[in-house]
DNA sequence: GATGAATGAGCCTTCATTCAT
DNA sequence: GATGAATGAAGGCTCATTCAT
């Protein structure tokens, strides 16, 4: 229905405004109080009415996913750089997952939201996981064939290792998943 | 409901056996809800009022340390055995970590919990952290006096770290944490 | 119940009669349960839901200030013109009391309430004292300057033992709260 | 029964001082918390358990009539006195009623527990008024007599103005109960 | 007689979500 | 399309009162 009818431009522009706003304000919201900030707060930050959340996002996953979903595309386009490369594929490895350490860590709640088992994330968990996994896949394939990291790990379970490791940064604890990362990744290793 | 209350008539002498019942029934609910499960529920399955869990444990801390009172002790003093063992501190280390998985990774919310911003949760960080920390750190400490692991990981971020790990298990998601904590443990190693 | 509620399905236009409706209704269930009746009482007599309470007037003493509003301004309105008139101040002084008195002798429960330690109602205090005292303040100070009233008396005072005055009216006790405030009014007169 | 059977003195010993103990505990209690405070608070200030406190006094107002009845009867003997002076009426009056002030402005609370709807005071408000009408009835009556006072006010009309006036003491506003009650004495006096 | 454990009703408050305008 | 008012379920906590020991 309201797809079909696209006759009022002006209205259209109004929307996608409304909706940029949105996202900026749930950007914002997210990072200060966590991915699961109520709605209100969100809708008051963008100086919108609450249904008109609804009506652009109607989960709460869909606009968390719309949210990240440029920098998950740029996760997801940086790695396929990475692998274009060809070369050292560890390395490549290394410098791709710091790359998405650096996303996760930088939004406050993103990591344990991913983990979460509200069912409201679900989709959340998805959309991250279908974009990102087939790329993390391809560049450890890479580097397990160089015969640069042993053979038993999965790309999923690296993936969520390291997702676990980005969770609770931002708090007063003296911990550096960046650092904590990285040890997981010496850990990857042969022998 | 009115059948499973008046779990055991009596007072005095059941107080004790009410409140064992009432940590066999938190312990439950955590497992099936997370430590934030409601207090309801918990009193529920309990087969007891709220109020006789408010007379036993105040706060919802008090409540998740006693449920895990128990198994801190036991993981503390395992600890202090092998440190006391003196030989082959890292496989002692790795033997600690092992232990402190098993833990975790049974009690489906603890690793979350363990990370919450939740104030309410702020005392079970710190038992956990008071108690296991000291001889997580002799451990570790031990392992890089004998140069069998790298210098720049303090006791509090690698157990931080394995807390992270541990998170989310028990779904129907193909993730080991045992293995990835193998994994950080082996990235520990020195070189 | 469920037929109660649905009190007007529109909302927009009908925010404001539902706030008027809440107010009607407070107002009852003041005078029948004093001012801190519960929450869920007044919702269920005005038809709304608890929440709709909490938009209108996020705290209990936003609600009774707003249900007695108008006639503490109404009060206030009548001290002034009193003034006004400048002859005969100790009768202006008496005339306003009455009314004072009236207002009170009406709303069960809020005389009470002025004088409850309870910290939700401070707020309420705070708005019949800061409009009503100054003009309570310079009528006692024109009767005080004709020399028609003893001057150790403050303004203050006299309220607060006027309002005192008017507790517990409504019982089925002989108390007449009009005829003590006339004592006490007469006991103001010089020698 | 139990008053029927006073067999062990010793038990009967531990009862009274127990009774004692509450007595003084609740007095307390009611000085810092109203007479409304909750029972557990007395029972602990008691060191005795709740229990204990339904054994001896079944509801809140035979403990609170408890605790004042050697000041009612005190203030009852008093009036007596007075009256059995025969001369200067008013004065006897004013006398006795300063005295009645003077006890119910040091009980914080006690002034406003007389006033309360709620039913659980109905028994204290009786025993108030049961024992303390006849004597400010005679007081009143002589003065009158003697036409010291005019005649239309009722000793119960009086009692319930002037314990009216020593509600809210205490508080942090400039209120003096006893100096409101001498204006409502003033006002008392003919023409 | 005394104890204090247990009960459970009851209150406040928050928030996701719907829906008439 | 947008709005924001209204809903009502849900959860935390307190306290008077009962009752087995």
Redesign the interface.
């Known amino acids: 229905m309201a797809e079909a009818r696209k006759p009022v431009p002006g209205a259209r522009t109004d929307a996608r405004r409304n909706k940029e706003a949105l996202l900026k304000a749930a950007a914002s919201a997210f990072v200060a109080s ?1 991915v699961d900030v109520p709605v209100r707060e969100i809708a008051a930050l963008a100086g919108v009415g609450v249904a008109t959340i609804y009506r652009h996002f109607p989960t709460r996953a869909d606009l968390v996913v719309a949210v990240y979903r440029l920098q998950v595309e740029a996760c997801v386009e940086t790695g396929k750089a990475l692998l274009a490369r060809g070369s050292q594929p560890y390395a490549a490895l290394v410098e791709w997952v710091d790359l998405f350490v650096d996303f996760l860590v930088t939004k406050h709640g993103l990591a ?1 939201a991913l ?1 979460s ?1 509200d069912a409201t994330f679900q989709a959340l968990h998805s959309y991250f996981l279908d974009n990102l996994l087939p790329v993390c896949g391809d560049l450890l394939a890479a580097a397990r064939s160089a015969g640069e990291v042993r053979g ?3 790309a ?2 690296l993936m ?2 390291v997702g ?2 980005c ?2 940064v931002n ?1 007063d ?4 998943a960046r ?2 990362v ?8 042969p022998e």
């Open positions: 966590g344990e983990r088992e038993d790990i999965e999923l379970e969520i290792g676990n490791l969770i609770g708090k604890i003296p911990y550096d650092r904590m990285g040890v997981l990744l010496a850990g990857l290793r």
